[in-house]
């Protein structure tokens, strides 16, 4: 099953240093883009290796359970981040984890790897570190990039967010937001069907 699965690598990754950070519901909070509910997920976070790990589980009714593994390596030094800094605390209106949106990938959509919400700044110093969050992730998908963002866009105003400017094509497509703070949904087209979708908070 599912979790006997999950229950193994959570087993195997745990005994190799790696602590679980969150086991997102079904909204998907903390993961930025979410697989359906269908499929488990969990994050991963090595305060040594300075590395978090997203684990997704595949249900294929033909071919048995798939599992994808996304590493994603963090500088903790630069970003003042640490696997602590990552978890999301236990009160969910605590900042900054109740802005950031969290948003279901549509039916068509093929996750293929991408990362929960991470610290995210520039080394010009544009954004001092942990002020800014950055979630991203590359998905095969079947249509052009504004019926991507016509999927998510509305995802995002669901959730408290008004949107102030956009511009839609069939390779990029982007629109900017604005709650408490600032977001950027960004879709590019990678491939002929493979698309980088990006949240960007700050």
């Known amino acids: 099953s599912l979790d006997e699965v999950l229950a193994r690598w959570t087993d195997t990754l745990t005994q190799a240093g790696w602590v679980v950070l969150q086991e997102p519901d079904a909204r998907g ?19 040594e290796a300075q590395q978090t790990l997203d684990l997704v589980l595949f ?11 996304t590493l994603f390596a963090l500088d903790f030094e630069e970003s003042g981040a640490s696997c602590a800094s990552l978890k999301p605390p236990v009160d969910a ?3 900054p984890f109740a802005e950031l949106p969290n948003l279901q990938l ?3 959509a093929r996750w293929r790897r991408g990362t929960g919400w991470l610290p995210w700044a520039t080394k010009a110093g544009l954004l001092s570190p942990g002020t800014a969050w950055a979630a991203g992730v590359v998905v ?3 249509r052009d ?20 400017a956009e511009a ?5 497509a982007w629109s900017r937001w604005r709650a408490t703070r600032d977001g950027l949904l960004l879709i590019w087209r990678r491939g002929p069907s493979e698309y980088l979708a990006l949240l960007l908070v700050w």
């Open 59 to 69: 249900p294929d009714p033909e071919r048995g359970t798939w599992s994808a593994l």
């Open 106 to 108: 549509p039916q068509e």
């Open 168 to 172: 839609l094509s069939p390779a990029l």
């Open 29 to 47: 909070d903390g993961m930025g883009f979410a697989p359906r509910p269908s499929h488990p997920s969990r994050r991963f976070c090595h305060d």
């Open 93 to 95: 209106e605590s900042e």
């Open 145 to 164: 990039a504004t019926a991507l963002h016509a999927a998510l866009a509305p995802q995002v105003e669901a959730q408290g967010w008004t949107k102030t």
């Open 140 to 142: 095969e998908y079947p």
